[in-house]
């Protein structure tokens, strides 16, 4: 079985500050694996998949296959990150796996 | 392209109530997929389909029921509404084999 785990509901960054949510998750073979981002009341959309290594608004993550994790990470906080943030796993044929979501909150 | 496209946007129902959540895309990708989205649940899969003419259950596929007659449309069906219905429901799709998932805008759904 796959799982995808987000420890936090909610972090509260003051702006300018560094920013990390966590993402842990659980399978046997080589997963893929996503963040998705969802401003208020919005669509989800893609933010960082692990096979692509780019960095989209000043985010990056990295898959620690040791770990199990695929933590996003970002140095400076802006107010317009705001939002729900859904880390994804892909392990089998097309099914993807969302963790429940942590909430950023970025204040002035 | 206009990507997945989602109908209605709202909708309030009754208990005992039926209804059909439209799904379309343009994207002539074969995976499309239904979520309900509940706070503190996160995305839980209902249903999806690998391509027309194959469905298969997710998580949570109870009191919903899909079917995939083309490649572009993937209509979920609520056979009679409850409470326990009430949600956000998204649908998406990708390409079969890998890459990310594309999002309609979703609809808010109310069960009284």
């Known amino acids: 079985a796959q799982r995808v785990t987000q420890p936090e509901k909610l972090l509260s960054v003051f702006k300018g500050a560094p920013v990390e949510l966590k993402c842990n998750y659980s399978y046997s073979g080589s997963p893929e694996l996503f963040w998705y981002v969802q401003y208020s009341r919005q669509r989800l959309q893609l933010l960082l998949r692990?096979?692509s290594r780019e960095s989209i608004k000043g985010f990056t993550a990295d898959l620690n296959k040791g770990e199990t994790s695929f933590h996003l990470k970002k140095p400076f906080a802006q107010e317009e990150d705001s939002a729900m943030y859904y880390c994804a796993l892909r392990g089998g044929y097309s099914t993807l796996t969302f963790g429940k979501g942590t909430m950023l909150l970025v204040s002035p | 392209n206009a990507g997945v496209t989602q109908t209605p946007k709202f909708q309030v129902l009754k208990t005992g109530q039926s209804m059909t959540l439209q799904c379309a895309q343009d994207?002539?990708?074969?995976?499309m997929s239904w979520y309900r989205q509940d706070p503190g649940m996160g995305l839980r899969l209902i249903h999806y389909?690998?391509?027309?003419?194959?469905?298969d259950q997710g998580e949570v596929p109870n009191g919903y029921n899909v079917s995939r007659s083309t490649t572009e449309d993937f209509p979920l069906r609520l056979l009679s509404a409850a409470p326990s219905q009430t949600s956000v429901y998204f649908c998406?799709?990708?390409?079969?084999?890998?890459?990310?998932?594309?999002f309609g805008n979703g609809t808010r759904l109310t069960v009284t």
């Open positions: 692990h096979i």
């Open positions: 998406a799709s990708s390409y079969s084999g890998g890459g990310p998932l594309h």
């Open positions: 389909s690998v391509g027309a003419g194959i469905t």
């Open positions: 994207m002539n990708h074969e995976y």
